[in-house]
C-alpha cells in the first residue's frame, strides 16, 4: 500500500532559476507566477519572484527537467524576455 503512495524513483525535485527582462511591477510579476504554477509538477509554493532583480526561482517535481525552451517561450509569452536559465537537482 505504501508504494503506491510513494514517488516514482526517477521522480526528482529540481529547483529554477530564470532572470527575466522586463520586470517592473507586481502586476508583471502575477503574470509569470500564474504561467509557471500551471506548468505540470510546479510546486505552486515555491514560486518566487524579485521584481528588482528580474528573478524567477521555482521548484518542481518531474520525471524530466523543464526545458529551456518551453520556459522561453512561457516567458515570451507572457511579454518578457528570458535572459538566463539555470536548473539543478535537489539533493
Known amino acids: 500500500m505504501l ?3 510513494a514517488l516514482p524513483a526517477w521522480s526528482a ?6 532572470r527575466v ?3 517592473a511591477c ?8 500564474k504561467k509557471i ?7 505552486e509554493d515555491s514560486v518566487t519572484i524579485r521584481i528588482n532583480e528580474g528573478l524567477v526561482v521555482f521548484q518542481a517535481d518531474t520525471e524530466a527537467p523543464i526545458g ?3 520556459l522561453k517561450q512561457l516567458i515570451n509569452d507572457a ?5 538566463s ?6 539533493k
Open 68 to 70: 529551456e525552451a518551453k
Open 85 to 90: 536559465f539555470e536548473h539543478s537537482e535537489e
Open 13 to 18: 525535485d529540481r529547483e529554477y532559476q530564470l
Open 37 to 43: 504554477r500551471a506548468l505540470n509538477g510546479v510546486d
Open 79 to 83: 511579454g518578457f524576455t528570458l535572459r
Open 21 to 23: 527582462d522586463g520586470l
Open 26 to 33: 507586481p502586476y508583471c510579476a502575477y503574470g509569470i507566477e
Open 3 to 5: 508504494s503506491a503512495l
